[in-house]
């Protein structure tokens, strides 16, 4: 057990990625998270996991190759249980009732479930009846990020506990109000990428601007968390501003290290330069981020 609370999850989060079979190496010594094709990619991969058997005394397993998106969809479930193990815990920073789940496309819960972007299902309604318009606006309106936190609205009596803050005659259309909206808000849209090997990881800033181009009202934070080890991939998508607020690494104090020890000196400028620039942090720093 380690000092904090979020010490501690961190410390669980990276247990429960070596026991689900979610980083392992193959027989040939290839970490999951590696791109087979590069030997940097698979030395820094590779340097990550031996700090982490060092320091936490972690269990890696050596398996047959699992799917992609396999890996992906077990990075989704752990980053959400790491996000359950930490930010409802932070009431004191920021209060409220919250929940947080995997959206995706199969989800009941959709995007325009939220109050900043119920107006989403009138537009998808209209597109359903009209293939002219579906034409014009296609589906690009249409969001399903990996993983979702949103709190209610506050009932009068919560928002009165302490004194008479608001009654009939005031305060009618704010969307904390559940008698003036009922929606829940959404507060933050996590996309999970377990690698960036492909395209369909600039999928998380396409997500990104369609949140805040159809927005009615609060922006929620909108981040990506990776298992990526290379830093010149990672810059692809952290790299400059107004889409993602930020992009976490499930393991940047290791990822420092390895790249110091194992990367180019282009890997090792590419890496400070996101973390100097505040574009790339740790997973430990996102609850904190959050309740801000």
């Known amino acids: ?47 990550i996991i031996d700090i982490l058997v060092e320091e936490y005394g972690h269990n890696v397993n050596t398996v047959t190759k699992i799917s992609g998106q396999t890996l992906g969809k077990q990075f989704e479930i752990l980053t959400m249980s790491f996000l359950h193990d930490t930010f409802p815990n932070l009431q004191n920073l920021r209060p409220g009732k919250w929940s947080i789940l995997q959206l995706g496309n199969n989800n009941k ?19 359903a009846e009209n293939a002219q318009l579906a034409t014009m606006l296609g589906n690009g309106y249409l969001v399903a990020p990996d993983i979702v936190i949103y709190r209610d609205a506050c009932e009068d009596e919560e928002i009165n506990s302490l004194f008479t803050v608001v009654d009939d005659s005031i305060s009618m259309m704010s969307d904390l109000r559940k008698k ?55 810059a692809s998508l952290a790299l400059g501003t107004g889409d993602i607020d930020c992009v976490y690494h499930f393991a940047l104090y290791e990822l420092m290290r390895a790249v110091k020890d194992r990367g180019s000196e282009d890997a090792i400028e590419t890496l400070d330069t996101l973390v100097q620039g505040k574009r790339l942090k740790d997973i430990s720093d996102l609850p904190l981020d959050l309740a801000v």
């Not at 819960?109 to 597109?127: C, I, V």
């Not at 909108?222 to 298992?227: F, G, H, K, L, M």
């Open 1 to 47: 057990m380690m000092d904090s609370m979020i010490a501690d999850a961190r410390y669980n989060f990276h247990t429960q990625l070596f026991d689900s079979n979610t980083l392992t190496l193959t027989t040939a010594g290839v970490p999951s998270n590696a791109d087979t094709s590069s030997v940097a990619s698979k030395a820094i991969a590779k340097e």
């Open 109 to 127: 819960l959709k995007t325009s479930d939220f109050a900043q972007y119920e107006h989403l299902a009138y537009l998808s309604a209209l597109a």
């Open 180 to 234: 003036c909206n009922g929606k829940p808000l959404l507060h933050s849209s996590v996309s999970a990428k377990f690698t960036m090997r492909s395209d369909r990881s600039q999928n998380s800033r396409t997500e990104a601007l369609n949140l805040i181009r159809n927005r009615k009202g609060h922006l929620p934070h909108i981040v990506v968390v990776t298992a990526e080890p290379m830093p010149n991939r990672i």
